[in-house]
Nanobody
Framework: QVQLVESGGGLVQAGGSLRLSCAAS????????VGWFRQAPGKEREFVAT????????YYADSVKGRFTLSRDNAKNTAYLQMNSLKPEDTAVYYC?????????????????WGQGTQVTVSS
């Protein structure tokens, strides 16, 4: 069993920053890719960013490119999503996910494990 725990969400004013963390534990085997997704009320879950095991491959949604940065510390089995210049439209529940094949993909269906999510609210 693999557990993913997100943390770092909260309420922030527009233009502010937050750093989300995703800690993996349990029967998780390297290498694996980590993805971040978000879901706003009444909307489908959407891709935010993904990173391969080595960090050599990263992809970002156009809506967050230049504002969000995804990194990872493999020794700690933890990934970090640094979110700067936040906008009210970034408000959502943010989920991290793991792809066991180290496939850094934007597709929701290709991820094997998911966290419980952390709420990010950006006020205008």
């Amino acid at each position: 069993q693999v557990q993913l725990v997100e943390s770092g969400g909260g309420l922030v004013q527009a233009g502010g920053s937050l750093r989300l963390s995703c800690a993996a534990s349990g029967r998780i085997f390297s290498p694996y890719a980590v993805g971040w997704f978000r879901q706003a009320p009444g909307k489908e879950r959407e891709f935010v960013a993904t990173i391969s095991w080595s960090g050599g491959t990263t992809y970002y949604a156009d809506s967050v490119k230049g504002r969000f940065t995804l990194s990872r510390d493999n020794a700690k089995n933890t990934a970090y999503l640094q979110m700067n210049s936040l906008k009210p439209e970034d408000t959502a529940v943010y989920y991290c996910a793991v792809n066991n094949a180290n496939f850094a993909t934007i597709q929701v269906s290709r991820y094997d494990y998911w966290g419980q999510g952390t709420q990010v609210t950006v006020s205008s």
